[in-house]
């Protein structure tokens, strides 16, 4: 039977492992660093560290407690707990719309996952070397516009990911995770001491943790928080999914602490492998997303020992992306498994190849097909509007609203165990603040100021 087979982590450490990999990805080594830089350095990481903690956390124990308690792929945990508590069956469409976005987004965090292990290439055979900013803008852009190049890369990466998947939560991800985890920190604080002695830490420090309140706006604090849900993997199952293959012994309440701490160092430390050598170099980030991509070459390209130090780097973003990437074809695996129609080998075959065909057309965006819009933004540009600004804030709200005021209290201070005093604190806050907070930057996203 389905359900039956239902795995499990095989230890507290493996699970915490698992979920920081999840959340530590492309979110905190390509993007936080980026709008860290456009949101006025210290103001925007102030702001997103409270995000994280007061609205991101208590998320995170919601979700990983419906997953936890569901024991099923995110749409049936969903649909399951509605119906144990007596709630209309429609509860599902918060899975639906876990297991749906988190499809979207692998399709195409898996093309700049392929420009990620290009880079490690680029880097490993010297390609950088003595690189202009010139050359670094037009190899980037040369290569994500060729029809071909991009799509090889997309598919390796996505060939990695259905690789680990389809070897199952103990024998595939646990192993994957357990080794690439501490490895990635290693390799972090490596590059942060590294970049720390030859490069200018003091004005990174400065960057990162003096506020610069004046570039802080209200687009700059909805950009925190949506960077904020993105970066702990919240709210498109894939927190929840992992959450199903918890045992009942593993307190919530801390665990999410531990890993909303450790994917914030994560992304603190990027930042400070990242600026020391941008300042030292004196180099100027010409457009935002091309940080790492476009101006990190060039200090690679100078430096001495630049190439190894750019391969480590890249290597680094590769394995962030691939812990995440994980976690984001787990809840439809997990799902189609379910239906019984399907063996776990088959079903990570078939949403792989569908997700690496839907993401070609995010690749093709930007040169074949640069001429098609949706609404007006690119193949891409459209899929992240729907999935971070749209179904994110969406099932954030229901979750909180769903675990706040249609669950019975008593059962989920069972379910938690967490001392009476955080309980009501975490209660506090999702009942009343997280939801209002979401639908506040919710109705600014979509209907502006
Ligand atoms: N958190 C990952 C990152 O920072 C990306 C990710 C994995 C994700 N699973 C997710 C984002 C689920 C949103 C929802 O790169």
Redesign the pocket.
């Known amino acids: 039977m389905a359900g039956a087979s239902h795995a499990h982590w095989s230890s507290r450490w493996a699970f915490i492992m698992a979920a920081v990999g999840?959340?530590?990805?492309?979110?905190?080594i390509w993007k936080f660093p980026y709008e860290a830089n456009a949101g006025g350095g210290g103001a925007f990481v102030m702001v997103y560290l409270a995000f994280v903690f007061l609205i991101g956390t208590p998320l995170l124990v919601a979700e990983l407690s419906l997953g936890r308690r569901g024991q099923l792929s995110p749409i049936r945990s969903m649909e399951k707990v509605a119906k144990e508590e007596g709630r209309a069956n429609w509860w599902s469409l918060v899975g639906w719309s876990g297991v749906i976005g988190?499809f979207i987004?692998i399709s195409f965090?898996s093309v700049v996952g392929g420009w990620t292990l290009s880079y490690v290439l680029e880097a490993l055979t010297g390609g950088m070397s003595g690189i202009t900013k010139e050359a670094a803008e037009a190899h980037f852009n040369g290569m994500v516009t060729d029809p071909i190049t991009p799509l090889f890369w997309h598919a390796g990466f996505m060939a990695i990911t259905v690789g680990i998947v389809l070897r199952g939560v103990e024998g595939g991800l646990e192993k994957a995770v357990t080794v690439l985890m501490p490895a990635l920190f290693v390799l972090l604080v490596g590059l942060v001491i590294y970049s720390g002695v030859t490069g200018d830490f003091m004005a990174a420090v400065n960057f990162l943790f003096a506020p610069d309140w004046s570039k802080m706006n209200a687009d700059v604090a909805l950009n925190a928080l949506g960077q904020s849900f993105?970066?702990?993997?919240?709210?498109?199952g894939?927190i929840m999914v992992y959450g199903s293959y918890l045992t009942k012994d593993v307190k919530i309440g801390k665990a999410a602490v531990t890993i909303a701490a450790a994917d914030s160092a994560v992304a603190i430390l990027a930042g400070l492998a990242i600026f020391p050598i941008v300042f030292a170099f004196g180099l100027t980030v010409s457009k935002e997303e091309g940080l790492v991509f476009m101006t990190l070459p060039i200090a690679f390209g100078q430096m001495t020992g630049g190439a190894l130090i750019g391969t480590l780097f890249f290597g680094l973003l590769t394995v962030a992306a691939i812990t995440?990437s994980i976690?984001?074809l787990e809840p439809s695996v997990s799902y189609l498994e379910e239906t019984g129609k399907m063996s776990r080998k088959k079903a990570t075959f078939t949403i792989g190849v569908a997700a690496f065909i839907l993401g070609s057309f995010s690749s093709l965006g930007f040169g074949e097909l640069s001429d098609f819009t949706i609404f007006g933004k690119s193949i891409i540009g459209f899929k992240s509007y729907i999935t971070n600004n749209l179904m994110?804030p969406l099932a954030g709200m229901f979750m909180a609203i769903f675990v706040g005021w249609f669950i019975s209290r008593k059962g989920m201070m069972e379910e938690l165990a967490m001392e009476e005093k955080w309980f009501r604190i975490w209660f506090f806050m999702i009942k009343f603040i997280c939801p209002v907070a979401i639908l506040i930057v919710f109705y600014n996203i979509v209907f502006g100021f």
């Open positions: 999840s959340a530590v990805g492309l979110g905190n988190s987004v965090y993105f970066s702990l993997s919240l709210a498109l894939s995440s976690s984001l994110m």
